[in-house]
């Protein structure tokens, strides 16, 4: 949906790297790609992954590299969308903003609940079939926790991180973060304590935020009304699948608008959100399938099914067919059970 999308580079995150002794040229060069970039307002999203593998590539280990760059980005050079969360009233409004606001700035996304003691930040891709490189997902999960530790100006630690692909020195990882880290996860999540969240920051600045704030949710606004509603509910719908049943509701909250207002506009295009909803699932049904690895059990748990008998009923309906059945058709291979 958002593959047009071009990404901006904050200035801070080249002098970020100048702080750590990596010069931009090198990055680019290691990139392969033209120095002109350096300069340029945004870049393509395989651009913008090519430049976080070459740091990666330079920093040597991967935990080193997720660690030092969230540390030494001065606030002064946070873009605006950052600088609404740096100067918000409290942890939890700060990750909210965060958010709703990394909206406007592909190719990940960022879905919070709050559940318990917890308060879970899971990241996705906006583009299942071009997943960044690990050392983006590190640094967007340690720049949340250093957020909050920035702005209540104490030293907060993380409840649990997983990652799904390999970091490096895990050891130096839970020394960061302040907790047990998971490799292998299926979700790149932080699990942060929930009573951190009431924390105020005492860089709120309730000035700055009313400059800011109004301008951000203009631009986040003209950008969501250039989709339709539709997309942007299959969008939403498809990256909260797992593990559950997408409820309208906390959809319509995230479009900022109730839930009778939504369903009305998904009418308007010809829809529902219950169809939207089961398109999703088809979709993302066949798509985990062509991945042999998966089992039928875990896909039904991808897509948001409690038991394995509702996914079978459901996949008979959109294809006429097994799951395992389809797969051995599509792929001639041996189903997987």
Not at 122 to 128: A, F, R
Not at 225 to 242: G, P, Y
Not at 273 to 298: C, G, N, T
Request: aromatic share 8%.
């Amino acid at each position: 949906m958002t593959s047009h999308n071009r990404i901006k580079i904050p200035a801070g995150f080249w002098a970020g790297l100048r702080q750590l002794g990596i010069a931009a040229h090198d990055v680019i060069r290691k990139a392969r790609l033209p120095l002109t970039i350096i300069t340029e307002p945004a870049v393509t999203t395989a651009q913008y992954f090519a430049i976080w593998q070459a740091y990666s590539d330079l920093i040597g280990d991967t935990a080193k590299g997720i660690i030092k760059l969230p540390t030494v980005f001065e606030a002064a050079q946070y873009p605006p969308s950052v600088l609404a969360t740096y100067h918000a009233r409290d942890y939890r409004d700060a990750l909210n903003r965060m958010v709703r606001y990394k909206q406007l700035c592909p190719p990940e996304s960022l879905r919070i609940t709050e559940e318990g003691e917890h308060c879970t930040i899971e990241l996705k891709w906006l583009h299942s079939d071009q997943p960044g490189p690990p050392i983006l997902v590190g640094v967007t999960l340690a720049f949340l926790l250093e957020l909050g530790r920035r702005g209540t100006g104490q030293p907060l630690t993380a409840k649990f991180v997983e990652f799904s692909h390999s970091m490096g020195d895990v050891q130096a990882l839970e020394a960061y973060f302040g907790c047990r880290i998971q490799i292998g996860a299926n979700c790149n999540r932080l699990t942060l304590h929930r009573r951190d969240l009431d924390r105020p920051f005492v860089s709120y600045n309730a000035e700055l935020l009313q400059i800011l704030t109004p301008v951000l949710d203009q631009s986040l606004d003209e950008q969501q009304s250039r989709r339709s509603i539709t997309e942007m509910v299959k969008w939403i719908t498809k990256r909260s699948l797992t593990g559950g049943r997408p409820d309208i509701r906390a959809v319509a909250s995230e479009l900022g608008m109730s839930d009778r207002t939504l369903q009305r506009r998904l009418a308007d295009e010809g829809t529902s959100f219950h169809l939207l909803l089961s398109q999703v699932r088809h979709e993302q049904a066949r798509e985990y399938l062509a991945d042999p690895s998966l089992d039928i059990k875990e896909v039904a748990f991808l897509i948001g099914y409690e038991d394995q008998n509702s996914f079978y009923r459901a996949f008979r309906l959109w294809e006429g067919d097994s799951p395992s059945n389809w797969r051995t058709e599509h792929l001639g291979t041996n189903p997987i059970n």
